[in-house]
């Protein structure tokens, strides 16, 4: 058996790993993310180079378009347009791939890979679509592919899922992974704003993109949660089998229905392996108990709530994304792949969890199989017996109702009401099946909604 490493020892070792030298990153993109990493790097210099035994360097910059106005950290000496030299150039031990999107991140990655360089990534929709690809390429390389901000921004639920739990099973993860959607639900919560301002408000205040598409309608999340299921269930993965729904369709109505029950509704984004032998992923938006702990994860922040089978329930919360946060995550990558650059000990940790060789392709669960508690909202004609032919239609479907309220009112001089209700346990099939006969009786003015209810 080895010796246990010393102080003396280790000293040793950072002298011959890297023999007075640095750290030697490329970046690749320098945009929100890559001046942050500027930023952190020149800010927490010492308190870096004293963790890691050497100083971490920036030897060349790529961005799209070198006329652009940057921070004047950005060192206009460094900055050129072709990210694959980066990829490519001698002088770089670790590209760091902060531009975004699918091309040319993935070239420029693959062909950094091929030459050997190790890569540290917060590109999350490069992960999720590519990364087995990736993540085999760098195994077989034997360099390190890391990407701590890829998810969640600057909580480093990777490392603890890769590392700290490495003793662990994984039982169930659940968490709010998407900040925007996060901050529209919390200020339609407590400002009763309407959707549509919400959003407007969340662009304004740069917690949205110009095109928030993927961030409403659960697409952002989904490719979270796809890395988030390797590393925790141990399995591979397809993207776009994950069922999602966006927030979009959630009213102010449900809301303050939600809240009438002692629920909140949140951005959830769902994981467990079911008794058979399926893997349960989700991302919806769902009820959830005002006590709960993801019920209290308010605003752009971001957490995850772990069950470990021997562990029990743990919760890590905090921002997920922004300049300093998501370059914290950034650097913090940087400098596990130094240590490892120093000691010779690429690959030791891998990057998915688990050796490549014992992932699985378990099958997801059917989004119909699912079951649990659901609202229903419907919107109906105020008239004798509608609440009978509804509660009738959900009998035939084997869903029944726990809790009700209706509410009336006039709509163009007809009275209407809304009925809400909460079932008892039912398959999210059956609830589906039911409603789509409800509307197509015509017993509502408008579509029905269901929402599922998680316990927490
Ligand atoms: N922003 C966050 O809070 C956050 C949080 C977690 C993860 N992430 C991830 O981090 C990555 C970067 O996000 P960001 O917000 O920093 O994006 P960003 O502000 O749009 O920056 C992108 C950078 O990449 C450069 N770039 C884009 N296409 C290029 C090309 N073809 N060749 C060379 N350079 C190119 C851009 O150049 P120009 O400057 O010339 O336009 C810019 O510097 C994304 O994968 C994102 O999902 C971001």
Do not use: W
Not at 273 to 290: F, K, Q, S, W, Y
Not at 380 to 389: A, E, P, Q, S, Y
């Amino acid at each position: 058996m080895n010796q246990p490493a010393d102080s003396a020892g280790v000293e040793r070792a950072v002298a011959k790993g890297l023999a007075g030298q640095r750290v030697r990153i490329g970046l690749v993109g320098c945009g929100v993310v890559g001046t942050g990493i500027l930023r952190l790097l020149r800010d927490n210099a010492e308190t870096i180079e004293a963790r890691l035994g050497a100083p971490i360097e920036v030897v060349g910059i790529a961005v799209r378009d070198p006329s652009k106005l940057r921070d004047p950290l950005v060192p206009a000496e460094l900055v050129g347009t072709d990210p694959m030299a980066l990829a490519t150039q001698d002088d770089v031990d670790v590209v760091v791939e902060v531009m975004g999107g699918l091309d040319p991140a993935g070239a420029v990655v693959k062909e950094a890979l091929e030459k050997g360089k190790h890569v540290v990534t917060a590109n999350k929709a490069l992960i999720a679509e590519e990364g087995e690809t990736l993540l085999e390429m760098a195994e077989s390389t034997g360099v390190d592919l890391y990407f701590e901000a890829a998810v969640a921004g600057g909580i480093p639920i990777i490392r603890v899922l890769r590392e700290a739990l490495a003793s662990d099973r994984v039982v169930a993860l659940s968490g709010i992974v998407n900040g925007t959607s996060n901050y529209i639900l919390s200020r339609m919560t407590s400002a009763g704003l309407d959707f549509a301002d919400a959003l407007a408000e969340a662009q304004a205040k740069g917690y949205a993109e110009a095109d928030p598409t993927l961030d409403i309608n659960g697409g952002d999340a989904r490719h979270k949660l796809a890395i988030l299921a390797t590393l925790a269930f141990g399995a591979r993965v397809d993207v776009h089998a994950i069922p999602m729904e966006g927030i979009d369709t959630v009213s102010a109505l449900d809301i303050a229905f939600a809240s009438r029950f002692g629920y909140v509704i949140k951005p959830l984004a769902i994981g467990r392996p079911t008794d058979d032998g399926e893997l349960d992923l989700r991302v919806h938006p769902a009820l959830i108990p005002e006590s709960s702990v993801l019920a209290s994860i308010h605003g752009a922040l971001n957490a995850v709530h772990i069950e470990g089978a021997m562990l029990g329930p743990s919760l890590m919360s905090g921002p997920g994304a922004g300049a300093l946060p998501t370059a914290m995550s950034v650097v913090s990558d940087i400098v596990d792949v130094g240590r490892n650059l120093i000691t010779g000990a690429h690959a030791r940790v891998p990057s998915r969890a688990f050796r490549g060789s014992t992932l699985q392709a378990l099958p997801l669960a059917s989004p119909k199989s699912h079951r649990g508690r659901f609202y229903l909202r419907f919107d109906v004609h105020d008239r004798t017996g509608v609440l009978g032919k509804i509660a009738n239609v959900l009998g035939g479907f084997d869903v029944s109702i726990e809790q009700m309220v209706q509410e009336g009112g006039q709509s163009e001089g007809n009275p209407h009401a809304t009925l809400v209700m909460l079932t008892h346990v039912a398959s999210a099939g059956d609830v589906h099946g039911a409603l789509e006969e409800i509307d197509r009786l015509q017993y509502t003015t408008g579509p029905s909604r269901a929402l599922r209810i998680e316990e927490g």
